[in-house]
């Protein structure tokens, strides 16, 4: 410290053992706010940041609420703005009511970051717009995503017949890009696939599995649903196996929470979309230092999918990207 004291008084850069200034010396804390804490994605999410932050020497704070809900979301966020880390990772619940809320960060000089869910239209550092102020957006390519998805049910059904999207709810971009993705895919490549009305749930599983009943009671003959997250796929699941017709409406699920495998197995689940959410934390932690330590980083990062099938489900390869608890 004596060091630094001189070396600044003279007008030099404090480097070297002992020094405050230099960037090396100074553990950052990097927040990560997923969109809720009890789901195997941002669970998987925060383990790649964790290994990230373990590599770097910096310390990662987790917190987030227990819904994915911008009314839940807001305050957490808040309470990790009082706590001044030096820069901020968020799932946002909401492309437009986050906006606000995370540019109280931005004012705050906290740099933020989004992951997985993006605010705004999801181009950021444009000049245009008022959401355009996070560093930078590390996610799947939901819309991609999303034709994956279509091409898979329409593949399971024989290409003809009626399905429709289980969904959490407008205004997630994720979710939202991916039915987008999903209808696109349906009506250009598709004409005999005829897709229903989509049904919310909140991300409520049981609300996703009654939901197919009832779409299923009105259209006794339904072929397929696609779940758009990890509940919607999970609920529409069971929904199907209440109904007794396991095999007969094919499943196609975005995410890959252990039960995955059992579905797939079991027939229940043709096709499970994994995501790779522990690639998202790593690079999104791995951004955060870089930006910390004065080095430019890409505006946007797109991290992978594996597509699990029976054929593969039991190769290692494959099964790795199944998420963590
Ligand atoms: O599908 C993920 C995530 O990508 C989405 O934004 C919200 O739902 C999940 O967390 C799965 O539950």
Redesign the pocket.
């Known amino acids: 410290a004596a060091i630094a004291a001189v070396a600044a008084s003279v007008g030099l850069p404090a480097v070297g053992p002992g020094s405050v200034a230099h960037a090396q010396d100074k553990k950052f804390t990097i927040a990560l706010i997923p ?1 809720l804490t009890t ?1 195997a ?2 669970i998987t999410m925060r383990k790649g940041a964790q290994a990230a932050a373990d590599a770097l020497g910096a310390e990662l704070v987790f917190q987030g609420g227990p819904e ?1 809900n911008p009314v839940v979301q807001v305050p957490v966020l808040d309470a990790v703005i009082a706590r001044k880390p030096d820069a901020i990772l968020i ?1 946002p619940t909401d492309t437009t009511q986050l906006v606000e809320p995370l540019r109280k960060a931005h004012d705050a000089g906290i740099p933020v970051i989004t992951v ?2 993006f605010i705004g239209n999801g181009k950021y550092q444009t000049g245009a717009g008022d959401a355009d102020f996070p560093l930078a957006y590390i996610a799947s390519d939901n819309v991609l995503g999303g034709r994956m998805a279509a091409r898979a049910l329409a593949n399971a059904i024989g290409g003809e017949g009626k399905v429709y999207v289980s969904n959490v709810k407008p205004g ?1 971009s ?2 939202d890009q991916r039915e987008e993705g999903f209808k696109a895919e349906m009506a250009e490549s598709f004409p005999k696939v005829t897709v229903l009305e989509t049904q919310f749930n909140e991300n409520d599983a049981n609300k996703a599995a009654s939901q197919l009943q009832a779409v299923f009671a009105r259209n006794s003959d339904l072929k397929g649903v696609f779940g758009a ?3 919607s796929a999970l609920g529409a699941g069971n929904g199907v196996q209440q109904a007794g017709q396991t095999g007969a409406i094919k499943v196609v699920a ?2 890959a929470p252990t039960s995955i495998v059992d579905n797939i197995n079991t027939g229940l689940v043709d096709v499970a979309i994994a ?1 790779h959410p522990a690639e998202i934390g790593y690079y999104g932690v791995v951004s955060a230092y870089a930006h910390l330590t004065g080095q430019s980083i890409p505006v946007s990062i797109g991290t992978g999918f594996t597509v699990i099938d029976k054929g593969n489900v039991a190769d290692p390869n494959v099964a790795k990207y199944i998420y963590s608890d």
Do not use: H, K, S, V
């Open positions: 969109g789901d994605f941002y994915f799932a997985d869910t997630i994720t979710t997250n990890l509940f975005f995410d995501q």
